[in-house]
């Protein structure tokens, strides 16, 4: 009797899938970054696009191949902090997945904060994208925004780049 509890008891612990949380979701801290704009700044706003892959098709229309993809934020201004105002996740069907900020973050000159959508968070599909939302200082450059995306399995390995495009 015994050993039927023990067994039942490791069936059901290895039964149990405890719920994964995406990194891509924590991985910076977005509230040490918030900022006030004062409306009274003369500030330039804008939006990119950013397509990002969590698949690709592999062989034919019905097999995907998952991919992990990194989200570079970056500030190519020497002098002058840009500031990102909202930056959301949409699937394939556009459909928002998630919004990782929705206030103002500062990057400072020449930083790069990231956003790592995990290979395991399938929810983009093969035409997932992002919307960035931002502000920069009159004469200051905007964000330079890129995704970069890889997959390794054995000795092979997959990986090309998209760059954010100035929708308005």
Same mark, same amino acid.
């Given at each position: 009797m !015994?050993?039927?509890f023990l067994? /039942?008891?490791f ?6 899938k405890?719920?994964?949380? !995406?990194?891509? @979701?924590?991985l910076?801290n977005w509230?040490?970054r918030?900022?006030?704009?004062n ?8 939006s990119t696009?950013?397509? @990002?892959y969590s698949?690709?098709?592999s062989?034919? *229309? ?8 990194? @989200?570079?934020?970056?500030n190519?201004n ?6 990102i105002v909202?930056?959301?996740y /949409?699937?394939?069907h556009g ?5 990782y900020f929705d !206030?103002?973050? !500062?990057?400072?000159?020449l930083e790069t904060v *990231?956003?790592?959508i995990? *290979?395991?968070d399938?929810e ?5 994208? /992002?919307?960035f939302?931002?502000k920069?200082?009159q004469?200051v450059h905007e964000?330079?925004i *890129? ?5 390794t399995s054995?000795?092979?390995g997959l990986?090309f780049?998209?760059?954010g495009i100035?929708?308005?």
């Amino acid at each position: 009797m !015994y050993r039927f509890f023990l067994v /039942f008891a490791f069936i059901i612990l290895l039964s149990c899938k405890e719920e994964k949380e !995406y990194s891509s @979701v924590n991985l910076v801290n977005w509230e040490k970054r918030k900022v006030n704009l004062n409306s009274k700044d003369s500030l330039q706003e804008g939006s990119t696009y950013l397509s @990002v892959y969590s698949q690709i098709y592999s062989l034919d *229309e019905h097999r995907t191949h998952d991919l992990t993809a990194t @989200v570079s934020i970056r500030n190519i201004n020497k002098k002058d902090s840009v500031f990102i105002v909202k930056a959301e996740y /949409f699937d394939t069907h556009g459909n928002s997945i998630r919004t990782y900020f929705d !206030y103002p973050i !500062y990057i400072q000159p020449l930083e790069t904060v *990231e956003i790592i959508i995990d *290979e395991v968070d399938k929810e983009g599909g093969t035409g997932a994208n /992002f919307i960035f939302d931002w502000k920069v200082k009159q004469a200051v450059h905007e964000p330079y925004i *890129e995704g970069i995306m890889i997959s390794t399995s054995g000795q092979q390995g997959l990986s090309f780049t998209t760059q954010g495009i100035k929708i308005n």
